[in-house]
């Protein structure tokens, strides 16, 4: 344990003042997601809207995120991600507050659409930022520790945003949409804050490097294949797991109200311990990054996850399945920091943005893809069969990405950029 918090506290020592920063950013803007995300598909219920309303809102959002995230990946590689992200924040935090305060079906899907737009311009600028203000050396720590700091904002945005939509209608007495709207503009306001260290980034050295770097579009391919070749295998594998995560993780919060009638702040606690138990995931994820190399600790991760997802996916216990979201949720992320070390590294730092966005952008375009599928399988066969279809699709394609990861980046066939330069 004495080597585990020796081995942070010098990653932390080492690590530059405007990744200082974005972690301040980070935490109180998925803090407000966080607040957000929870509640805004049941607020969506309480209006009187069907589960398939629910996926069109989620399905217009990624639809947007899709289309826009490889555009929002460019401009981040031409003009840096200090402008581009303060763009997308003002248009998230407008976009937010208006899906906060409609209630027209034409309106929620507009402003849905435009939502997912905005934050797909903002996450677009993520992994570039922390890849061009970090050393290859610092990136598995700096990605884990990143990751649980996102865990555990969400851990308390979602915590709190379940326990304020149940103190303003049963403690204060509001009516129920009243206070999951005031909720909801809540978890804006806690995001809004997210602009005060992003006023205060400055441009690394790696960034002014890759500017110097970047090259006509017509050269791109001649001189950096290696670095195409494996965005474009990022690109499949994200497709298949986004369509296949797309089938469950919109609706976990959905799934517990529809199968066990939870109240939302059970929902709210148990959405949360899974952040949380995903955020400890990452802290120790280093450690079996040590022992077994980036690659296959993905595989061993991602593999372990498949039993708790079937648990879940057939448990008609409410306390069982919660078990098995937790452990499923915990093993499956804990995954995600060293799959994107790999892609950062493996990519020349003139090309990381598009590796993000088109990374985010099959995402997206599998959520898309997979909603009405999801919500057809419940509305179809009910809250049990409908759900556990799902998630055994699920399953399904989870291994099939695993042993694919594998075969692409199991036999040393490609190399991190740093390494062949």
Same mark, same amino acid.
């Given at each position: ?8 506290k ?18 109180v803007w ?20 069907d589960?398939?309303?629910v996926?069109?809102?989620v ?10 995230? %490889?555009?929002? +990946? ?15 924040? *003002? ?22 659409? *435009? ?5 797909a /311009? /903002? ?10 203000n ?28 379940g ?15 009243? =206070? ?6 809540? +978890? ?26 970047r ?6 391919? !001649? ?13 499949l ?43 400890i ?7 079996? /990054? !040590?022992?077994?190399?980036?690659? !296959? ?6 593999? =372990?996850?498949?039993p708790?997802? *079937? %648990? ?7 306390y069982l399945?919660?078990?098995?979201y *937790? ?51 419940v ?8 759900y ?8 399904? /394609? ?24």
């Amino acid at each position: 344990m004495s080597n585990l918090l020796h081995e942070w506290k010098s990653q932390f020592q080492g690590y530059s003042r405007n990744i200082l920063l974005f972690f301040w950013f980070n935490f109180v803007w998925n803090l407000g997601l966080g607040m957000f995300g929870l509640v805004y598909n049941l607020y969506v219920k309480s209006l009187g809207y069907d589960q398939t309303m629910v996926g069109s809102i989620v399905g217009m959002s990624s639809l947007a995120a899709a289309i826009i995230l %490889i555009p929002a +990946g460019m401009m981040n590689d031409r003009f840096g991600p200090k402008r581009v992200i303060s763009f997308g924040l *003002l248009c998230v935090i407008a976009s937010l507050t208006a899906r906060s305060l409609i209630e027209g079906q034409h309106g929620m899907l507009v402003s849905s659409f *435009l939502g997912g737009a905005a934050l797909a /311009v /903002v996450s677009a600028t993520i992994l570039p930022f922390m890849a061009n203000n970090s050393t290859p050396q610092q990136r598995v720590h700096l990605f884990s520790f990143n990751m649980a700091l996102v865990m555990v904002a969400n851990v308390v945005g979602i915590a709190l945003g379940g326990a304020l939509c149940d103190f303003f209608q049963f403690m204060i007495g509001l009516h129920e949409i009243h =206070s999951m709207r005031i909720t909801l503009l809540i +978890g804006v306001g806690f995001a809004a804050l997210g602009v005060v260290p992003m006023l205060m980034f400055e441009k690394s050295e790696q960034e002014l490097a890759s500017n110097s770097d970047r090259l006509p579009w017509r050269q791109i391919w !001649k001189v950096h294949k290696t670095s195409l070749q494996v965005i474009g295998i990022f690109v499949l594998l994200g497709l298949l797991s986004s369509t296949a995560g797309g089938m469950i993780v919109p609706y976990l919060n959905v799934y517990f109200e529809d199968r066990f009638e939870a109240s939302k702040t059970a929902i709210g606690i148990i959405v949360a311990l899974g952040q949380a138990a995903t955020a400890i995931a990452f802290l120790i994820g280093p450690m079996i /990054v !040590k022992r077994y190399g980036e690659v !296959k600790s993905v595989v061993y991760l991602q593999l =372990s996850s498949i039993p708790f997802l *079937l %648990i879940t996916a057939f448990s008609s216990n409410f306390y069982l399945s919660s078990a098995g979201y *937790l452990f499923r949720q915990a093993l499956m992320n804990a995954a995600n920091p060293f799959y994107n070390s790999i892609k950062m590294s493996y990519v020349h730092r003139s090309l990381r943005g598009l590796a993000s966005s088109s990374g985010e952008a099959v995402f997206n375009l599998g959520w898309f893809l997979a909603s009405p599928v999801s919500t057809g399988l419940v509305f179809r066969y009910g809250p049990y069969y409908g759900y556990a279809y799902a998630f055994c699709i699920t399953a399904v /394609v989870y291994t099939l990405i695993s042993l694919l990861f594998l075969v692409f980046f199991g036999k040393n066939r490609y190399k991190p950029v740093e390494e062949s330069n």
